[in-house]
């Protein structure tokens, strides 16, 4: 896989709750790469916490942030990012993102509901129906998501492990593809 790589970053995208940061901290490893969360680096750049960003400057302050990092981690190679999850609301980012292979880790939303129940620290999920306001988000950027490289389906019994496999035979096909077409 490393060989078909060549260095190539793999950014991890999907809806908040999807497993991106805990299948990219996996990933890194088996691939030989560097693990980089793009929201702990945007924390870390602003001096605060994503809730804390989204209170005093708002959302559009924070999607700001998260287009800066991300335009500085696409001049590096050997990178698995963990993405937020809506990172690919700014059309400016589909060209940083498309420096390297882009991953949907595409979980059905009652599962995402499940696994964000009574998580406090999400400034989006801060609605008196979180779980309308996750079918409205998803409604809204589905189509976007659905511009990655590589789509990878989660099921409710899938380990973060079997994610990564998946990640890594979806990532082995397109790339088996891409090399039998030159």
Known sequence: MKQFLK???LYLIGMMGSGKTTVAQILAPQLEYRYL?????IEQVAGQSIPEIFAESGEAAFRELETKVLSELCAYTHLVVATGGGIILNRQNWSYLQHGVVV?????????YQRLAGDTTRPLLRDPDPMAKLRSLLDQR??????ADVRVIVGPEDTPEQIATGVLAEISKILKDHTNQN
Do not use: A, H, I
């Open 7 to 9: 260095g190539c970053n």
């Open 37 to 41: 969360d793009s929201d702990r680096l």
């Open 104 to 112: 949907w880790l595409d979980v059905p939303v009652e599962q995402l």
């Open 142 to 147: 589905q189509s976007l998501y659905k511009q």
